[in-house]
């Protein structure tokens, strides 16, 4: 270990969850022990415990949980948050940009640019105004409508990739390489499987990649929302289920779109000789490529960069800014040396302080 | 550079061995010797003499990135790698650095080492700004040391082997010692035959190493085949009398001649055109003492009398690989062995001295002489068959460590700190403790021992349950123990505990066990005291 540490007696205490100094009982949104709460509206911002009414900001599985009375989505999410919250859900929709008046706040739905139907959540009462912008990016993404600045006081900001070193390159620059590597596997009769997230990622990838270079093959769980994504709009390259696939020949050459975590799984051996790709923003590092072990990293995230989260976070000119998963700890003291009031916001919007925050959770 | 970045590149993409290996033969296929050379040198782990300190390069980038300088400290501990560090951090460019390897290194970064600090900066600054991020990740790791792209020397010869026809045995020992990374030196490696002229006194072998042997002792077949020894826990050396000179060589490949004065006194004793293989420990009163008194001679520069009387060393010899300048390696070890103890007999100075070989007639009773290891201060056999060669790097079969059982506890994960490289961004470091009056002491740290996995599913506790963050570290809800092994251990003042141990690593996680089941520190002084007890008995 690199630096010493005082040495102090530890007891088997139980961790509590940290509550916001500025997040007073009078504030309009504040953080419960369920998620962050509208008392105004009766109504909870994404909740992680079940809620009467829930606002949900996407259909990623950190953010739209099963159980709760009711959703309020942005019309874009519908057909994904209907595949992720199940048939029995009640779902409601709004346009992004029109408001919604819940027990007098004002309520509304804005780009966040994530994934599709993705949205920022504006709410309004009496002069105060907060923005929940869930997970964002301002990369352009083809499968979703793209992200839009929202004026407000208060904004609370994710940190996924919080750091100077995440820099995204062109998305030209990044499926030219995803272009050149399939086209060499398929050159050496080999089959190219890239592990991306189900829900977003995959499908930016078939709606990038040059359809042209030979078949496309996916996972269950990337067709499941294949379907949802076409039903909404957006159209994809046409794609064949893995499992219908008789003969095993026919991924020679192809290209297989399948969740990380069919990567440690006997699911791969029926493509034969295969080059594997993972798709994420943490692929900027070496070590978190090596961790990975598979053969190509491409940096592609659905998350905004650290030039992104500044950008953002300027153009949202708020007064105090709430910094939650990833690495918001850093992002804050930034923010507050650049003489922006922010503070950390402990949710549990999982996975994003983790590497894994992009594999996200296959089990829909 | 472009080439070599490329290199690089392909390398760093691929785990499967023959993707690397394919990659490293086109390359020193199409390379100019000159590059060859210095390619040949980065990749084989050599470094020059530091060009410009890593701390200038860090305050450099912090000036280009412009970013507070705790923010390049919480990127670096993410990243786990400086050169890459920089590499992400600077700002974007697009353009191609096109300087050959040789002249980039011999013209521009050499001369650099004790520039003056502006004529650095605006080299490095300028360079960095004509370069993409992976040039900029090469280009730093020149400058500020080992290149290590998940090759390793063995796949480098294989690359050259396959490219010259050279076997790979050659080339490792042309390789050994030290060179200069020029052309003549390129041409000398993949040469057909060893040219004319001598080959230089100094160059050492490679060495052989040993697999440790983990299955039923009996299944090594006749014991009559074999030769046990005592295996000492010092450092591996290499001794080389030639032309009336004494090499002492680590098997990091540093010579450490001046380090040992003792033994290169006594091998200057032996016949010119002599090499042997062995073990230096620091040792008194007839046996050897703990290696972390060897730890005080090694890192000091300079050796005062009180040392060399407090801690002397001998090298405990097993093998002779060069006798009357003919390399043996290809006689049977009983041979060399026999070898051995003809020069050591002429060798009146006590401090080299050949082990002595265990003279039990069945493995069963080996194995319980085996029980004598811990007493003894040593980690259990070396096994070697009589009728093997003296072979290079790491094989199976002939040569195996058969080592006692370690010593372990149940301790409880108290801190966490992120790994480095492969380990980057996941918490790996662990601090782990025991029970001393309700309290967690610190007693020992572990990196290594938990599969990928395990260390993921410990990653992902140590971020959900972090009480407190010093700086890298986070300090954790304890609950999770964990079986610690380790192979020795010592009183220390050192250490708040009071013990310092050895080589400890982690066995287990003990899911059926609560914190509350953890060892205490008296658990462990009772060890100490037991195995005190059997030293002095």
Known sequence: MKTAVSQKSLSAGEWPLRYNENMDRKSLVKLTSKGLYCAQGGFYIDPWKPVTRAVVTHAHADHAYRGNGSYLVAKKSEHLCRVRLGDEAKIETVPYGKTLTIDGVKVSMHPAGHVLGSAQVRVEYKGESWCVSGDYKLTPDPTCTPFEPVKAQNFITEATFGLPIYKWR??????GEVNDWWRQNRERGKASVIFAYS?????????????SIGPIFTHGAVERLNEAFRASGVELPATTYVGSVEDKKLFTGSLIVAPPSAQASTWLRRFGPQSTAFASGWM????????????????????????????????????????????????????????????????????????????????? | ??????????????????????????????????????????????????????????AWAIEQAGIPEWLYQESRDTVGDSAETIALLLPETDTDFGTPLHILVERDLLPLRGSGDEIQHDAVVEAWSRMDRSQRFVYNKLITGAFRVGVSQQLVMRSLSQLTGVPVDVLAHRAMGEWEPTPQFFGGLIAEHDADEETPIARPYPFHL????????????????????????????????????????SRGEDLITERFPEIAEAAAGLPDGTVLDGEILPWAEDRVLPFTELQKRI??????????RDVPVILQAYDVIEQAGADIREAAFATRRSHLETILGGLDHQAIRPTKPIADKSWKALSQTREQSRELGVEGFMLKRLDSPYRTGRHRGDWWKWKIAPMTIDAVLTYAQKGSGKRANLFTDYTFGVWRDGELVTFAKAYSGLTDVEIRKVDKFVRANTLETFGPVRMVKPQLVFEIAFENIQRSARHKSGVAVRFPRIIRQRTDKKIEDADSLSAIHEMLDALQGARDG
Request: glycine share 6%.
């Open chain 1, 170 to 175: 062109s998305m030209d620059a990044v499926f």
């Open chain 1, 199 to 211: 829900l977003g990622k995959s499908q930016r990838i078939l709606k990038s990649i040059d359809p």
């Open chain 1, 284 to 364: 900027t590092v070496r070590g978190a490529r090596r961790q990975r072990a598979v053969d190509r990293g491409f940096v592609l995230s659905d998350h905004a960069d650290w030039p992104e989260l500044m950008t953002a976070i300027n153009s949202a000119n708020a007064e105090r800014v709430y910094v939650t998963h990833g690495f918001s700890d850093e992002v804050t003291r930034y923010l507050n040396e650049q003489g922006i009031a922010a503070e950390k916001l402990t949710t549990k919007f999982v996975g994003d302080d983790a590497p894994e925050a992009d594999d996200g959770n296959i089990a829909i």
């Open chain 2, 1 to 58: 550079m472009k080439k070599f970045t490329q290199l690089f590149v392909e390398l760093d993409r691929t785990n499967k061995t023959n993707e690397k290996v394919e990659a490293l033969r086109a390359y020193f296929a199409e390379a100019e010797a000159a590059d060859a050379a210095w390619a040949f040198y980065f990749l084989s782990g050599r470094k020059p003499r530091q060009i410009v300190p890593a701390a200038k390069l860090r």
């Open chain 2, 210 to 249: 040993a697999h440790p042997y983990e299955d039923e002792i009996a299944e090594l077949g006749d014991i009559a085949e074999w030769q046990a020894e005592w295996k000492w826990d010092g450092i591996r050396a290499q001794i080389i009398k030639r032309g009336g000179e004494v090499f002492i060589w």
């Open chain 2, 299 to 308: 890192g000091r520069k300079n050796l005062t009398p009180k040392i060399l």
